[in-house]
């Protein structure tokens, strides 16, 4: 399984310098081959770096490079690795990768993570957080990955998981004591135990929820009657005129999507169609999907002019994740807003930072990334949900004393959710699925 792969791990382009990564066993012999000094090459001590001269199978001189020398299993990909720095021509990088695929093969996307993940050097939330590290788009998403890669969500749950096991091996002893007549064991204190996992694992859940956010974006969609100002703030927000803006009501039709951070925190930004009766085809359609929007919204922003009237009977579900927006404030000085509703203005005081501190205020975005173990991804919060209810049940159990064996299975279904997550016993499918969305080289 370890032949030696190899892909070009740097954007492909013009650059100053181009990086080709080779992996797995044989790796060092190979280059050796087509590398001067090649004496150097094999004697180099892992963690190394050597200059020396590539040259094609006849000898011929194809570029100076630099070569960092990893060893197994001190390496990304726990192999024997080579990281070779060749001069950034993308025709050149081109006929070295045609060398090296004489004798190893292309890399398929993700491939090296997989390798390290199989090896052993990360678990697979820690695999997942690598490619979440290199696509997160702002900084608060960057610094979630991060903490994930670095294994702080693995070690919160292997204490989860720890402690999950420990239950169940009194539950096991609790078996093999009845059988032998010997006392029972204490059962307050085991549903102690479930609970105080069960409320850990609520935390999680709970934060969670918001995390997922951190890495998907959060949806914002902004609502109101035609021409309150909703293209408007949709440009102030992103900070560039990417809606039509006009004084003439009924301009946005189609919805635009956008994405932008908000203090670190990524948002899917929508601007939608004016709410109003119509009998314009298109302006029917866009409206309706607009509500489409709404439902699948983490909040909306309604925007009015002037006085708030009352919202869309449509709208009337949704008020929990609603923000009253008082537009175009420098319109109406004089103006009295409830204190719930949030006054802003595109043109000029108060801007719209107030708004800003509302949304975020309204989400309760997970602020602690450095100091708490958080989940961000949807995979693993499904998962740990139903590790959840299995721990429900188990304390079900235990509270109608349904005999130890069930209250067993359950912690051991609890537990193999929380493993799912660290990919103790990954299937086929599932590993593809994660390391297809990698990039090649990684
Ligand atoms: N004075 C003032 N005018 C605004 C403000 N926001 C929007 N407008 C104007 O209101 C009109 C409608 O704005 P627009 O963003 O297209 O509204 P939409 O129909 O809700 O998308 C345009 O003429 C804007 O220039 C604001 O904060 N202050
Ligand atoms: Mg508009």
Redesign the pocket.
Known sequence: MNDIICAQITPIGSSAIAVIRISGAGTIELMSRFFAPSHKLLAAPANSVILGTLHDAEGIPLDEVLLTIFRAPKSYTGDDTIELSCHGNPALSNRILSLLLTSARMAKPGEFTLRAYLNGKLDLSQAEAVNDLISASTSRAEMAALMQMKGYLSKHLQNILDNIQDARLRCELAIDFADQDLPQIDLSDLNQRISSILATANKLYEEGNQGVKLREGVRIC?A????????????AFLKQNR?????H????RDYLEESFSLSGYPIVLF?TA?LRNSNDEIEKEGISRAYTLFEQADLILF?YEDEFQHLPQELQNYTEKIILVA?????YPKRQIPQDHVA?????YPGIAALADAILNRLHLPSQILKQPLITNARHLAALSRCIKSLKAAQTALQQEAGFEFIAFELITASSALEEILGVVPTEDLLNKIFSNFCIGK
């Open positions: 902004l109101g009657a035609p021409n309150a100002g909703k293209s408007s703030l949709f440009n809606a039509i803006v006009t004084p009501p009924g301009t946005t601007d004016g925007l537009a175009k404030s420098d319109l802003i203005s595109v043109l000029s």
